[in-house]
């Protein structure tokens, strides 16, 4: 047997991480429906910051318990940028954006992540993508733009510029996390970003704590998009990707708009027409086409790649 072929995942175990993928990408399917349902009772930002800092105490005591070693050298440098990106960008912008425009909405926009991902992976590398990707790309930004002027009756909202705000922060710390992943156990890397932000995270979200009773579905969903979203969901993932392979699991991250949406119209009696779907259809189609276009990749293809938590 090849050294190669010995790393091969077994049918058993590429079944096993096919499945925890798909549970993963579930998972996270329920942030964006979730964090609307916090957001119109609670503060906008005490539910990103509030979110940052129980998932950091989470990942802190988790951190204590493994034994983790401190960060060194110019892994600090990529922790601030996770942190800016994925902690307090994509959270805190994503929760005022979604007080304005509905879930269902929020998830078309958010699709384009992942090209969004390796356009910014593309840039930090130093490569030249490929006229497809750049057309892929280039395709989806003014699908999900024309949905958002149809959505809004010829006129972008304000809140739509936050959503595209959001996507390229989660982008940019997902990049970096990846480099991270480099030198420091991935399932590790999320955790040190949250337990490191607790200075800033504990305080903000004590500022902002609610000085008015909210409904305990709101509170409900903001432990959840603090305790799975932000933190317990990338256990799942990281086990999938281990089992199944990178590669292969990571192609579940195209379920996700798609659950968002199906989530947002049960969860929250949002509308589901025949154009949302169209679009959500598109930008899926377009992700999954252009990242399969030239680009030569410097980090381990989508190896700390997750679903937007």
């Known amino acids: 047997m090849t050294a190669q072929a010995a790393t091969l995942p077994s049918a058993r175990d590429e079944n096993v991480g096919m499945a925890l993928g798909l549970a993963a990408v579930m998972l996270f399917a329920l942030t964006i429906p979730m964090t609307r349902m916090a957001s119109l009772a609670l503060p906008p930002v005490f539910v990103g910051a509030g979110r940052a800092a129980l998932s950091g105490l989470l990942a802190a005591g988790y951190l204590w318990a493994v034994g983790a070693r401190w960060p060194r050298g110019g892994e600090w440098g990529l922790i601030a940028w996770m942190a800016l ?8 912008l994503m929760a005022i954006a979604v007080r304005y425009v509905d879930a269902v909405h929020a998830s078309v926009v958010s699709g384009i992540i992942p090209l969004a991902t390796a356009l910014l992976a593309a840039v930090w590398a130093g490569q030249r993508p490929s006229r497809g990707f750049w057309a892929c790309a280039a395709g989806a930004a003014l699908v999900v733009v024309g949905y958002a002027l149809l959505r809004s009756g010829g006129r972008l909202h304000a809140a739509d510029a936050l959503l595209l705000a959001a996507v390229l922060l989660c982008a940019l710390g997902y990049v970096a996390g990846a480099r991270l992943a480099r030198t420091m156990p991935a399932a590790q890397v999320g955790s040190w970003v949250l337990a490191l932000c607790l ?15 909210a409904p305990w579905s709101a509170w409900g969903a903001w432990l959840y998009v ?84």
Do not use: K, N
């Open 85 to 92: 990106g994925g902690v307090f960008g994509w959270t805190g």
């Open 199 to 213: 200075p800033v995270s504990l305080p903000l979200a004590a500022y902002t704590w609610p000085q008015a009773p």
């Open 226 to 309: 603090s305790i799975v979203s932000a933190w317990l969901g990338m256990f799942v993932w990281y086990r999938a990707l281990a089992l199944g392979g990178a590669v292969r699991v990571s192609q579940t991250q195209a379920v996700q708009p798609f659950a968002s949406m199906l989530l947002a119209a049960l969860l929250l009696g949002e509308r589901l027409d025949a154009l949302t779907l169209a679009c959500g259809v598109a930008v899926v189609g377009l992700v999954v086409l252009g990242r399969r276009m030239p680009v030569r990749q410097s980090l381990h293809p989508d190896s700390t790649a997750r679903p937007a938590p």
